[in-house]
């Protein structure tokens, strides 16, 4: 399976309806060779989790601008662990202060990508930090 | 326009002109080779009398307050009243909310603009699984009519037009303003405001969801219905743009989706109602984006009354002039703001207010410096609010209508946009109408090709937006960060249990049937609202019996 492409989750868990972001993401990550799942706008923690584990993938994007990602990342990076999906890496972006990042970094969360992030920026980083699982 | 001499002599004019450019060029290239507005769309290097040349002045231009009201709806201008200064404000308690609308009251602001939290958006209560870690974070938190009499005390529900941003919940957060002016004693006749109540832009664009388009239209109607009969002085529907534009949209995209989903609605009111369309289309209002593209934005918001005025008169058949003025509110570009060097956002919003001003707007948000990082600040809400004012009482914009009016581009430029959104609202015809171009995902998906283009465009440098890949620095600039505590909704849930017990639970009960049974009848829901409301009924319980009664809507996802 050495040639598996890298499958992504992008979700948008909570209320926050805007997904500019995460719709442009999902296309970039298409363009870039990634397999795609996005699941649209309005996901709880538990349908999150659940569909990662469902589509077996690497990672699980989150995208969030309402200032509810101090409950929910953390939400969705536990109940992975819970359910002993922890080599599924997390990463989350959207408006997130300064203040936030380390207590979502100790939460389990890998990466955090705030505006101004280029698309390039972000793939990049998927390519050298995410590697097809077996 | 011109006669043929003139022509003749600009156009022997514009070669001598364009002969020199080539040679000028040769030595000196331009500083590049494309130029385009914020929406790609290309613009000429200069603009004369041959591109107007086809303008008929009186049915394409003509005079403020007349056919078509390209110059605008008041036959005074800003001379007889400045555009009303309304700021969207909204954040953690009612209890909050209610001393900032104050503090803006007397700062000078002269309309209200509620924004509610995300549960209260989206029809939940603060104490749902689904509104965790939500309440009261992008706008105020309100679960029942307790709430709303804390939000609004103070307030002289008489004197003061008040706008709620609410969509899916709308007829429960209109019926709590209308039962609470009951309760203050003052008839529904004499209230005035806007209710945003616009769901088709929600599937478009913002995703507030709750029902499918067709019931969801069908609760529009609804309260379209109830304000003609009951609520004269109310907008029962501000059809939105702004969303549309902030998710990624082009500034045709925003104009031609925007009037179609009003024409969409009028459809509606006129089959489902049989209400002739003068009976209640005075009170249809319009909410549109500014953006950083100055005159694009002048260009779409003349653009938007023409097509409007030529829409109702030659597409409906009305016939009282009040249904031809497209009355509009507009909002400065939330999405054109950097988080990178926040106080050069001051200088994109008052430009974009400029723009939003020379187009002709009724009423106007500006965007604080440190909204695309938090809720706003008192005091940057008030350098927001002061932009309004020095443009209105320092800048002598307002002297005189419609100034730009017979400029050779921004004529151009208005027709183009024009031209451009009637073949999309045709294209939208063909289809079927909004409902089903929507069910096709065909306005999401022109976004999205918008959206990602810009992305694309923004990364590469082709466009530019500085403090992000221009003039980048790396000076970290703190700016006072307002946060909303968690704290915040545990009181909410205290105060929401506290009126759970109180309540007559029979009658709550009682008039959730109501309004269920009238939601199977396909009777107006609004009385019902109303009188569910006044027994204390939650927004989620009205919510819970649309969910169940028409189905629940999720987002598709795509992209």
Redesign the interface.
């Given at each position: 399976m050495a040639d598996r492409k890298i499958r992504i989750l992008l979700a948008k868990p909570g209320l926050d309806g805007h997904d500019r972001g995460a719709r442009v993401l999902a296309r970039t990550f298409r363009d870039a060779g990634f397999e795609v799942i996005y699941t649209g706008c309005h996901q709880t923690p538990e349908q999150i989790v659940g569909a990662a584990i469902q589509e077996d993938v690497d990672m699980v994007g989150l995208s969030c601008l309402s200032g509810a990602h101090r409950y929910l990342f953390p939400a969705v990076a536990q109940q992975l662990q819970e359910q002993g999906a922890d080599d599924i890496t997390v990463v989350g972006g959207g408006i997130i202060p300064e203040q936030d990042m380390q207590p979502l970094y100790d939460a389990g969360l890998k990466a955090l990508f705030t505006p101004g992030a280029t698309l390039d920026s972000i793939v990049d980083w998927i390519n050298e930090n995410i590697k097809p699982r077996d | 326009m011109f006669t043929e001499e003139l022509l003749d002599k600009s156009s022997t004019m514009r070669k001598k002109w364009e002969d020199e450019v080539k040679k000028t060029v040769a030595k000196h290239a331009d500083q590049k080779e494309k130029w385009t507005t914020v929406s790609d769309l290309e613009i000429k290097r200069l603009y004369g009398p041959e591109d107007i040349k086809n303008m008929d002045f009186e049915k394409d231009i003509g005079y403020p307050g007349q056919y078509p009201y390209l110059r605008g709806n008041q036959v005074t201008g800003y001379r007889g009243k400045y555009w009303t200064f309304r700021m969207f404000a909204g954040m953690g308690s009612a209890e909050e909310t209610n001393q900032r609308w104050h503090y803006l009251l007397n700062s000078g602001q002269t309309g209200l603009s509620t924004a509610f939290d995300?549960?209260t958006?989206?029809g939940?209560d603060t104490d749902s699984?689904?509104?965790?870690?939500?309440c009261g974070?992008?706008g105020v938190a309100i679960d029942t009519i307790d709430d709303f009499f804390t939000l609004i005390k103070g307030i002289p529900l008489a004197n003061i037009t008040t706008s709620m941003t609410i969509n899916p919940p709308a007829t429960a957060l209109w019926a709590m303003y209308c039962a609470a002016a009951e309760i203050q004693g003052i008839p529904l006749t004499k209230i005035g405001g806007t209710i945003q109540n616009d769901m088709l832009k929600?599937f478009i664009a913002?995703?507030?969801?709750m029902c499918p388009p067709e019931p969801s239209v069908k609760l529009i109607s609804d309260t379209v219905e109830f304000g003609t009969k009951y609520v004269p002085r109310w907008n029962t529907i501000s059809i939105s743009g702004y969303h549309i534009r902030?998710?990624?949209a082009t500034a045709v995209q925003e104009l031609a989706f925007t009037l179609r989903d009003g024409m969409e609605y009028v459809e509606d009111v006129i089959a489902r109602k049989g209400l002739h369309v003068d009976e209640f289309a005075p009170r249809l209002s319009f909410f549109f984006n500014s953006h950083i593209d100055f005159f694009e934005e002048i260009a779409k918001l003349r653009a938007a009354r023409r097509i409007w005025a030529k829409a109702m008169r030659e597409r409906y058949g009305s016939t009282d002039e009040r249904s031809w003025w497209m009355r509009f509110h507009t909002q400065t570009a939330g999405?054109s703001l950097?988080?990178?060097q926040p106080y050069n956002n001051v200088i994109r919003t008052a430009t974009e207010a400029l723009a939003a001003i020379l187009g002709g707007t009724q009423s106007l948000h500006t965007n604080s410096l440190d909204e695309?990082?938090?809720l706003p600040s008192d005091h940057a809400v008030q350098i927001a609010l002061r932009t309004q004012q020095i443009i209105a009482e320092e800048t002598g914009v307002v002297n005189t209508i419609d100034p730009l009016a017979g400029s050779y581009f921004v004529e151009a430029l208005t027709n183009e946009m024009e031209e451009k959104a009637w073949d999309y609202i045709h294209k939208i015809d063909d289809m079927g109408g909004m409902v089903k171009a929507i069910e096709k995902g065909f306005p999401q998906m022109e976004i999205?090709d918008a959206?990602?283009k810009y992305?694309?465009q923004i990364?590469s440098g082709e466009k530019i937006m500085i403090?992000?890949n221009k003039y980048n620095t790396d000076e970290d600039v703190e700016i006072p960060?307002l946060?909303?505590d968690?704290s915040v909704e545990k009181e909410q849930i205290e105060r929401l249990n506290a009126v759970r017990r109180k309540r007559d639970s029979r009658k709550v009960r009682e008039c959730l049937d109501d309004i269920r049974t009238a939601c199977k009848k396909g009777e107006n829901v609004m009385p019902y609202c109303i009188e569910a409301v006044k027994s204390y009924c939650s927004v989620q319980e009205i919510c819970d019996v649309y969910r169940e009664v028409y189905g629940e809507y999720?987002?598709?996802?795509?992209?």
């Open positions: - | 995300f549960p958006l989206m939940y699984p689904k509104a965790r870690g939500e974070k992008c929600e913002q995703k507030t969801l902030e998710a990624g999405c950097t988080a990178q695309v990082l938090c999205s959206a990602y992305q694309r990364d403090g992000i960060f946060e909303i968690d999720r987002d598709p996802g795509m992209y």
